[in-house]
């Protein structure tokens, strides 16, 4: 497990975070399609707060694309970097997930974010940051649509219907089981909008939520645990 320091520099108020946000999103590329479904490495990252120790835990594990056999893990714990503002999301979780992914022992592939990336009030939620800093394509796969509007996808999995932020459409309602409440798939760097939600039907041949996810939420409170000593 590595310890992570909140990195020097790093914005302490919402006018920093805001401006970093409008700085690195013009650096989200948009018109790559990304690696095919069920080749290479996936990997799911996430986080688990405790947030009266002020300690964040992260969790990145790799999945084969193929098997969805974990093939790597790895943790970080620290400080909470950025108090809780909607839409900011982002700042609490980043420096944990960039070290988790940087102990890695294998490449990462697709990287898989519980969260959102296009379907963000300013475009640029975790799964765009995250992308933008690592270079790494990138989706967010959330449970809800934050602010957003969908109408309800047909009933069978792999139906979708257009998430909305008004006419404009930032993401996809998708039914990753038939019947079941659908999941909330964007957009983050590098790859598309079609492709993220054929990784994402790839990812969940179970379960609503994708394997990525669920691994990377049973490691991180694992590792909180471990570090809170609870």
């Known amino acids: 497990m590595t310890t992570v320091r909140i990195p020097a520099g790093w914005p302490a108020t919402e006018e920093q975070a805001r401006a970093v946000q409008d700085r690195l999103r013009g650096r989200v590329v948009l018109d790559e399609p990304g690696p095919p479904p ?18 964040v835990a992260a969790a990145a594990v790799v999945l084969d694309a193929a098997t ?11 400080r909470i970097s950025f108090p809780y503002v909607p839409g900011l999301l982002a700042f609490r979780e980043i420096p944990t997930l960039l070290a988790a992914l940087d102990a890695l022992p294998c490449p990462p592939g697709l ?5 959102y990336g296009l379907a963000h009030p300013r475009r640029f939620g975790l799964a765009g940051h995250l ?33 909305l932020a008004g006419t404009e459409e930032v993401g996809s309602a998708l039914r990753t089981q038939d019947g079941v409440k659908p999941v909330f798939v964007s957009v983050g760097h590098r790859t598309s909008l079609s492709n993220a939600c054929a990784h994402t039907l790839a990812l969940t041949p179970a379960y609503r939520l994708p394997e990525t996810t669920r691994r990377a939420d049973a490691l991180c409170r694992a590792a909180l645990r471990q570090a809170t000593g609870i």
Do not use: M
């Not at 990287?111 to 969260?115: F, Y």
């Open 131 to 163: 992308g933008v800093l690592t270079g790494l394509p990138t989706i967010g796969v959330a449970k809800n649509p934050f602010t957003f509007t969908y109408d309800e996808p047909d009933t069978p999995r792999g139906s979708r219907s257009a998430l």
């Open 111 to 115: 990287v898989v974010c519980d969260g």
């Open 38 to 55: 069920g080749t290479g490495h996936v990997t799911g990252v996430d986080v688990a707060y405790d947030d009266g120790r002020d300690v």
């Open 68 to 78: 969805l056999e974990v093939v790597g893990e790895a943790t970080a714990v620290g």
